[in-house]
Nanobody, 121 residues
Framework: QVQLVESGGGLVQPGGSLRLSCTTS????????MGWYRQGPGTQRELVAD???????NYADFMKGRFTISRDNAKNTVYLQMNSLKPEDTAVYYC???????????????WGQGTQVTVSS
């Protein structure tokens, strides 16, 4: 079973930066949309940004140009560059991807296990 493996979370001061990465645990035939969601304490999970296989991006309004999503299709990896971080960005960040394991497989949606991002002085 394919798993999404996230990395890059941690503790950062307000105004700082972090780069999250997410890749598949094994090679897959193709990945369509890849994205990042987040869930803060006592809140619902919300979309941060997503990116299509061809590179079209979609951002949540609260990004205001601070975050950038990108992907490397050859590496089955999606990135989230987060700049000018604020305490309200503190959350567990989850990777999400629509994967086709083989040429004949159906598209299956996967979630990562989540990585904690804490913005605090």
């Amino acid at each position: 079973q394919v798993q999404l493996v996230e990395s890059g979370g941690g503790l950062v001061q307000p105004g700082g930066s972090l780069r999250l990465s997410c890749t598949t645990s094994e090679r897959v035939f193709s990945i369509e949309t890849m994205g990042w969601y987040r869930q803060g304490p006592g809140t619902q999970r919300e979309l941060v940004a997503d990116i299509s296989r061809l590179g079209s991006t979609n951002y949540a309004d609260f990004m205001k140009g601070r975050f950038t999503i990108s992907r490397d299709n050859a590496k089955n990896t999606v990135y989230l560059q987060m700049n000018s971080l604020k305490p309200e960005d503190t959350a567990v960040y989850y990777c999400n991807a629509d994967c086709r394991e083989t040429r004949s497989s159906s598209l299956v949606n996967y979630w990562g296990q989540g990585t904690q991002v804490t913005v605090s002085s």
